[in-house]
């Protein structure tokens, strides 16, 4: 009952908006963008990072695995957070609308990274100490 | 018959998915995609779509959901735009952590028992794709990067749309679940004994996703902090200038000739034009004030504006006080070269068509020869180079 009520009242909110939204310009790269939202991050990202996470387990026994496993998912977030301005996607507009250079986004996110596994390999050595 | 692979029963391995984890970490989003939500519906308010010129989003097609957004505190639209783009990208960490503990989920067999369950997955489909896209869009257009062909703020603002429906339905189903996670610790036991021994605990993964979302944040936030802290900001695009330019004047199509000993200030209120040279302007009682300035991409920098006071010129304009003005630029092309600002903006006692800042005269890519500075305005609205003011109500005589 719950379930079919709250339905009743926001599905059609939802149902609106899309077809509001696709009455504007590039509908069906609207619709493109929605749906491969959803198949990049199940069927691309979570089966990449979960075989990663595998084969790390099978190489580092038990929970030795999260002193690779936090640093490099750390690594990899900000990666594919900051893809843009790491990989320099949005330089061109960039320059042009700040009068600004882009410059050193690939450098620190290669120094936050060996940062991360330092740090990691600091807190494995103190601890097995 | 049941499908191969994820479809078999056994195949996800993980001891720690369950309830728990995924009505700890549903909480968790529920408070920061609350967060992100409102601060992103009071931006598009703080827009002031009523007024002429201002909707991006068409009026027709649109919610008539505004009022009139203050002048006060000064660091209000800085505040509430650094929380939704910041708070935004620390809620990514948190969504691929419960997307990963409600993955097995997906796999179900057969894909729905019932009418109800077909509909449940169909809205948690939507509530899935519209937060991705939600995220990526915003993650991008911060960015500088527009790998999409639609219009970012129309899609941003429907897509948040389809994301608060469906959102309000999965909270609404499954709320009783997750009061049931903090009150009955009996579910805190694996849902399986046959699977994996764990690498790590709940609470390592629900940490695991936080440190994700303090590094996310570190990254950015000293973007719309401003100050010395600027530089903390490791990946955010508006990390290299105190006194960042949103859009320089040779993008804008403005030219030194445009500036020069020819500008004129054009004000006009019904018949009456009145025209104001700049030195007609610094002749003019002058308001110094500090004020931030802040984009909806969630930087911001304050800075010491000197100009005359809207107030000022809507007086020698000859309009009433109750008068809306519309602001243009020098600008011949561009979205976003005009804005219309309220009678309480043009009222506010910081309220200025900035002539200097920081003591000396604007730079071309500041706005020279004249720009609005109105406290907790988005940063594109206070226009630069501004041509033209067109005020719609006369003073009654």
Redesign the interface.
Known sequence: MRLWLAHLIFLPLAVWALITVFDFRAAANVALWLVAAVIVHDFVILPLYSAADRAGRLALPGTLINYVRVPAGLSLLVLVVFWSTIRGKGEGTYTRVSGLAWDGYGTRWLLVTAALFALSAAVYFARRR | MRPPGPFREGFFRSPIRGPVLTGILGSILLVLTAIVALTGFLSHIAYMPDLPGNAIVPKD?DFPLTFDWPTSPSWLYALTQGLHTNVG?VV??FV?AK??SV?PR?FVWPPAKSP?QA??RL?I??L???T??QL??G??NA?????????FV??HY??A??F???L??HV??KMPMVLRVYKDREWIKPIRQDLD?P??SRR?VIA?AG??AL??LL?NVGQSIGGPLRKTA?????R??GF?????A??AGITPAMVGDDYQLVLRAGQRVTSLTREDLLALPQHTARLPIACVEGWSTTQEWTGVRLSDLRRRAGASEDATVLVQSLQEAGVLRRASLSADQLGADDAMLALKVNGEDLSL?HGYPARIIVPALPGVHNTKWVAQMDFNREART
Do not use: C, H, M
């Open positions: 097609r990208l990514i960490p691929l997307l990963w993955f997906l109800a509909i449940e809205s489909a939507l899935v794709s519209s991705i896209f990526a869009t993650v991008a960015q500088y990067w527009y790998p999409f062909k639609f219009n129309v899609a429907y897509g749309i389809v608060v429906a469906a309000a339905i609404i189903v021994e690498t790590i390592g695991f440190a994700g590094t996310l990254g490791l990946f955010a695009p508006r290299d200038s960042p330019v949103n859009k320089t040779r993008q890519d």
